[in-house]
């Protein structure tokens, strides 16, 4: 689906800037899933061993006098940027412990995987030099990294730190996450290195990966000097790791996070575009999601809840020009472009929630599972959890099984979606609502972060009844349940975004109903005492109500 964007959207919009990221480099779907690592360490294998090949290759042909030195340190720089562009979005196209190492200690990687990138790395540059052996003998070394002629190992051990530290910095500056994805990692990762080589190949070779002198050092068994070539790129990741830390935070920021992997699986570029392409036929019209928020742009000094609110209102309505249901349903839809999973839940979701409608206003139903959506999208949570919180409610609200998610979008977001749905067997209000709590603590960080989102939801929703219009007793339960559940999330989930900003919610929602009492007190006495305000509830009286 073509979206027109102007040149600021990044500053103006970052929700819809970051979809536009995620269309251009897919998701980290496929990038996370356990069942296609034999495809991610095949990958980092061929990689490494092109990687090798031209690089020890170089050094054995310059080393014969039959090619230059530019060109010796040049090629291998191409040979990564090739890499990247062809196989990048399928492992990440590491190449190189540190890399590896690098993208694990920002935690951008999980540890878990880095011993197979590794191991997988120095075999695939076993069989590059093994190649080379077989071509042209054990000459040159094997286009070994050693220091040069006139050069110490403490220089070229310098050298190493100085020039991984740069190398590193540029993979973290311009990777998605923890893979090198897309033209900008390929041109500024393959540049790096070939400028490097240029000036820095006569003191220490440029190798700047333990994995490239690994393999011509076993192959030929010559040693010489080798630890250099180990604990200086190490050392150099490291400080490139501090760095990047300084500069933007422990992890890629959600944009980052959301960027992708590539597709892998099967008929997902179809499925990536079908959603768009109904919506384009008028097939499917997901409506808007109205905020009761005040128009305007979040003040940067804003505390974190109020600006996470504001800027959550901002991205809804400041969209230049007026605008009707089913342009606003086109943008809140647009919100999803590009992240496959959650375009395939939100399609399904729409087509079970048809011909429902919300009790507030009587819009379509699914206006909450969007606005549950979003709020897990702009918290940079994963796709599977933003897809999860569109579905949570089919189960509760449609005839949909548990069986049938389970089949459509994997067992994992089957079971996210049943602990955040309530047990239809318990016929009491309060009782069902503390077991689902109860569930909801004993669950992870995934299914306290749909939960919140919920909940952050339903207590808009409950904002936007006046008091001529809610069923105060019901509202009363309800509000109740939300900060009991306010509670438990602060006690399970206390550093998650979302619990800062339903508190911020909920704190809006009894201001708000305290100045609608003091209104109607103004203009009869009677008409307050009918609708007393909510009181906020201390964190003692929360914990009796949990």
Same mark, same amino acid.
């Not at 993208?103 to 080379?132: E, H, M, N, S």
């Given at each position: ?75 291998? @720089? ?6 990247? =562009?062809?196989?990048?979005? /399928? %492992? $990440?196209?590491?190449? #190189? *412990? !540190?890399? +590896? ?88 990762? @393959? ?6 080589? =240029?000036?820095?190949?006569? /003191? %220490? $070779?440029?190798?700047? #990966? *333990? !994995?490239? +002198? ?333």
């Amino acid at each position: 689906m073509p979206i027109q964007e102007s040149s600021n959207v990044a500053l103006h919009d970052p929700e819809r800037a970051q979809h536009l990221l995620t269309m251009e480099f897919g998701d980290r779907t496929e990038f996370d899933d356990p069942k296609l690592e034999y495809r991610r360490l095949f990958s980092e294998l061929l990689g490494t061993f092109f990687l090798v090949l031209v690089a020890a290759g170089g050094g054995i042909l310059h080393g014969k006098g039959q090619i230059s030195l530019a060109a010796a340190v040049v090629a291998p @720089g191409l040979m990564v940027l090739a890499i990247i =562009l062809f196989m990048g979005a /399928v %492992s $990440g196209a590491h190449l #190189n *412990p !540190a890399v +590896s190492l690098a993208f694990a200690t920002r935690g951008d990687f999980p540890w878990k995987r880095v011993p197979g990138y590794i191991i997988t790395q120095l075999l695939g540059a076993t069989l590059a030099c093994l190649f080379l052996l077989a071509v042209f003998g054990n000459v040159e070394h094997l286009g070994a990294t050693l220091p040069g002629p006139g050069y110490h190992d403490w220089q070229a051990f310098l050298m190493e730190i100085a020039l991984t530290a740069g190398l590193l910095s540029v993979i973290l500056g311009t990777a998605s996450a923890a893979q090198n994805v897309g033209a900008l990692g390929a041109l500024g990762v @393959g540049g790096y290195i070939a400028l490097a080589g =240029l000036w820095s190949a006569p /003191v %220490s $070779g440029t190798s700047m #990966n *333990p !994995a490239r +002198s690994f393999g011509p050092a076993l192959v030929s068994g010559d040693w010489t000097a080798y630890w250099v070539y180990v604990a200086g790129p190490l050392i150099g990741a490291a400080i490139a790791v501090g760095c990047a830390i300084i500069l933007r935070g422990r992890r890629g920021d959600p944009i980052s996070r959301a960027a992708g992997s590539g597709v892998l699986t099967p008929g997902r570029l179809e499925e990536k575009a079908k959603l768009s392409r109904k919506i384009d036929e008028g097939k499917v019209v997901p409506p808007g999601l109205e905020q009761p928020s005040t128009p305007g742009a979040p003040h940067p000094r804003q505390p974190r809840a109020e600006r996470m609110i504001a800027e959550q209102t901002y991205d809804i309505i400041n969209d230049d020009v007026p605008c009707n249901l089913a342009v606003r349903s086109r943008r809140a839809a647009d919100r999803f472009v590009g992240v496959p999973l959650a375009q395939a839940a939100l399609e399904f979701a729409s087509a079970r929630h048809a011909g429902q409608y919300r009790e507030i206003d009587r819009a379509p139903f699914i206006a909450h599972p969007i606005e549950v959506g979003q709020l897990l999208g702009r918290d940079g949570q994963p796709e599977e959890v933003i897809a999860a919180g569109l579905l949570h409610d089919v189960l509760e609200k449609t005839a949909t099984t548990s069986a049938e998610l389970q089949h459509r979008f994997g067992t994992r977001i089957a079971r996210l979606v049943q602990s955040v749905s309530n047990d239809p067997s318990i016929d009491n209000y309060e009782s069902r609502k503390r077991e689902l709590r109860d569930r909801v603590a004993r669950g992870d960080s995934d299914t306290c972060a749909i939960f919140a989102a919920d909940k952050i939801s339903k207590v808009r929703e409950l904002a936007q009844l006046t008091a001529g219009r809610r069923d105060e007793t019901k509202a009363r339960a309800e509000l109740a349940h939300y900060r009991a559940s306010l509670t438990m999330l602060r006690r399970v989930a206390g550093d998650l975004g979302l619990v800062d900003l339903l508190d911020a919610e909920l704190n809006r929602l009894v201001a708000a109903a305290h100045r609608e009492a003091a209104a109607i007190a103004r203009a009869g006495g009677s008409a307050a005492a009918t609708h007393p305000p909510p009181q906020r509830a201390s964190h003692d009286e929360d914990a009796r109500q949990h």
